[in-house]
């Protein structure tokens, strides 16, 4: 069977050969009953592995397109025929370039009990009740905030609180080298529209965090991986890639990373500013979490180091303080700012001026004060997701317990059939977050990242060793 496969596309191997063989199984091409190839004859016709056929079977099978029976093989499910046209029919292998939405379309993340998956924190912990407050009085005192287009780049009066902010953490620019996003998603979007497209070169952490991943593959980016150990980004490693495939732009998440919760070292901070320097591109710091350190505060960011102006400093304030109010500033110098502010203003002519507002006195006046008892709390739960695992993990399973941040990252000992596992989750209630899209690979990842703040503390204690439990049997199903 010929498939035409793209090797250096963002679209991964497995999702090329299931989307193939979906069109043709839709179109009437391959017929309801015919027989698929082996997984090793189709693997050594395409000369890809035969992990990447099996998946791609997996994936055309929990789609409905295909039946695998062990020692049968599998052959195209009968339904296909009379199928009608529905919209799951023709929805299927409608082409997108967003590698985690690829994944998550097959899961229902709206009615959970325990929604691991989510990287936030519980609304008990936020300062909702300051901040709605304010932005009470905002509506009924200044109802004209809402008559005018705001500043493109963000109110100038919580640009300077940002600035504030950012020299007390070492970071000295002026009002006007910062801009306000909605959420740091948008910063990354709008680095990404601005300075990537087709082709160019991205390198990211691997694991990453995916609405990155999905932004640049949106872009048509070629996405190179950098693996990650106790120290972040192995900046040798990057290194040496850059030889061979120079850099446009580099993304980190160096503190707490998202998922795996590690901390970039001082020193690889320094060298990757200098490998930006001696490439003259830009590094995206992306630093959602620096202010959630349990024990000793992390490394300066790289962006208190930056004289020349590679680094687009982003700071979010949504996961922090309110993930509706959608705030987050953006820091650079120089024409890549403005650029960046054209960007902004043609995807949606500035923020919404009530938010910015909103948020402006609280992160003024209250902001230090409630991030060091937010972490306190944060520690805490830390600590109980850490005893739970210590009691309830199945033997294998790994992980690296952060200093700060959100999540939990486990290593398993075998890629754990995904879909599977997902089901079972589901039906308790329980959703995680499946490593896979967090490295757009081809291999299945051994990993699976979950949030311990998102639950209340006792909700978050019941559903952890809820999944623990499920997890082991899952494992020990597998294996049997
Ligand atoms: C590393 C990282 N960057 C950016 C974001 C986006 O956050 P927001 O747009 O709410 O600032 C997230 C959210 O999970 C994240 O984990």
């Known amino acids: 069977m010929r498939i035409d496969l793209l090797r250096s596309g963002s679209k991964s191997l497995p999702r090329q ?5 979906a069109q043709r199984i839709t179109s009437g091409l391959l017929q ?19 992990v990447t056929v099996s998946k791609a079977y997996a994936e055309l099978e929990a789609r409905g397109h295909i039946i695998c029976s062990q020692g049968k093989g599998c052959y195209v499910a009968e339904r296909q025929r009379t199928a009608p046209d529905t919209a799951a029919g023709w929805q299927d292998s409608y082409d997108d370039y967003l590698p985690r939405a690829q994944l998550w379309r097959n899961f229902d993340y709206r009615e959970v009990e325990y929604p691991f ?8 912990l936020l300062p909702l009740g300051p901040i709605g407050a304010t932005m009470a009085a905002l509506v009924k005192e200044q109802p004209e905030l809402m008559a005018s287009y705001g500043n493109f780049q963000g109110d100038a009066e919580l640009r300077e609180v940002m600035r504030r902010h950012l020299q007390s953490r070492g970071i000295a620019i002026g009002p006007d080298d910062l801009m306000i996003t909605s959420g740091s998603q948008q910063g990354i979007d709008l680095v990404a529209r601005t300075f990537v497209g087709p082709g160019d070169t991205v390198y990211l952490e691997a694991p990453s965090y995916t609405g990155a991943i999905d932004v640049f593959a949106g872009r048509g980016a070629e996405m190179i991986f950098v693996p990650v150990d106790g120290e972040g980004m192995m900046v040798d490693k990057l290194t040496a890639m850059c030889d061979l495939r120079p850099p446009k732009l580099i993304y980190t998440n160096p503190t707490f ?32 979490f620096s202010d959630l350190y349990f024990h000793q505060p992390p490394p300066v960011s790289i962006k208190s180091m930056d004289t020349g102006g590679h ?3 982003m700071k979010s304030f949504s996961k922090v303080l309110a993930p509706g109010s959608r705030i987050a500033c953006v820091a650079a110098e120089g024409n890549i700012l403005s650029r960046l502010i054209a960007a902004k203003s043609a995807s ?45 993990a199945p033997a294998g399973v790994t992980w690296r317990l952060p200093e700060g ?31 896979d899209v967090c490295y757009a690979g081809d291999l299945p990842s051994r990993h699976i990242r979950l949030c311990y703040s998102q639950l209340t503390e006792e909700g978050m204690q019941r559903g952890l060793k809820q999944f623990l439990l499920l997890l082991g049997q899952h494992l020990h199903s597998l294996r049997s």
């Open 17 to 21: 050969i299931s989307e193939t063989l």
């Open 32 to 50: 309801p009953g015919s027989r698929l190839p082996s997984v090793r004859g189709l693997a050594s016709s395409l000369k890809v592995s035969q």
């Open 117 to 124: 998956h989510l990287a936030a924190i519980h609304s008990s």
């Open 257 to 288: 990373q998202n998922p795996s919760g590690v901390t970039m070292s001082m020193t690889r901070r320094q060298r990757l500013l200098e490998l930006a320097r001696s490439y003259r591109c830009l590094i995206v710091e992306d630093d959602p």
């Open 311 to 313: 680094v687009v400093y």
């Open 348 to 392: 949606d002519l500035g923020g919404p001026l009530l938010t910015q507002r909103a948020v402006l006195p609280f992160i003024d006046r209250q902001y230090e004060a409630y991030a060091a008892k937010l972490r306190t709390a944060l520690r805490q739960r830390k600590e109980a997701a850490a005893r739970l695992l210590k009691q309830y």
């Open 405 to 435: 941040g959100l999540n939990l990252w486990l290593q398993l000992p075998e890629a754990p059939a995904i879909e599977r596992l997902h089901a079972l989750a589901e039906r308790e209630g329980i959703s995680f977050l499946p490593g």
